[in-house]
């Protein structure tokens, strides 16, 4: 049954020399909730590595998630491509479709959950939008700041975080774990009311 059935998408690029981006903020949250979840990515599928997991928190009772964990492997903007053909293939409402990503305009250690929106000049959900051809899908931003002085945005979010960056991020993705469960078993607003705006 879809209303049982989810697709949590973390944005980012693939490849060791782009795994601790600013940008890459999307994929450390779904390795982590593959880490939670004892899920793990071996398989490529609509060219992203997904994995497969089952959460119900009340051990043995009723009301089991089925969650697929991906990470687009196109590069981040052509994310759209694998969530296209994702959503198609799982036969995927989209109130069931979560994407994380980065944001600009937010400080480290927000949490932001949306139902819909713009793409706020992410590249990645750009691609989502044009190939989903909707914005009412939901998403979780988590905030990495803007660049201080004149550095380009497009440099910035391709640096790695700051080794006191990673201890904000760290207890972020902790809580956008949380959250993001929440959106699985309780709904959307469950999780907007209970982590949206949150400041670490």
Request: hydrophobic share 40%; net charge positive; aromatic share 8%.
């Amino acid at each position: 049954m879809t209303e049982h059935f989810f697709l949590i998408v973390g944005l980012g690029n693939p490849g060791r020399e782009y795994r601790e981006n600013r940008h890459n903020v999307g994929f450390m949250l779904v390795d982590r909730l593959a880490v939670k979840l004892d899920a793990r990515f071996t398989r490529l599928q609509s060219k992203a590595l997904v994995a497969a997991a089952k959460y119900n928190p009340q051990k043995g009772g009723a009301g089991e998630r089925k969650i697929i964990l991906a990470k687009p492997q196109t590069f981040m903007n052509l994310s759209g491509q694998s969530v296209q053909g994702l959503v198609r293939f799982y036969k995927l409402p989209l109130t069931n479709l979560l994407v994380a990503h980065d944001d600009l305009d937010l400080p480290p250690g927000t949490i932001r959950i949306r139902p819909d929106g713009g793409s706020a000049g992410q590249k990645g959900m750009e691609s989502i939008l044009e190939r989903l051809g909707t914005d009412e899908f939901p998403r979780l931003r988590l905030g990495i700041g803007r660049p201080l002085g004149r550095m380009e945005a497009p440099d910035y979010v391709l640096q790695d975080f700051s080794a006191a960056e990673m201890t904000v991020i760290a207890e972020t993705l902790d809580r956008a774990v949380e959250a993001a469960l929440t959106f699985v078993m309780e709904g959307l607003d469950a999780a907007m009311n209970k982590y949206n705006g949150v400041i670490s």
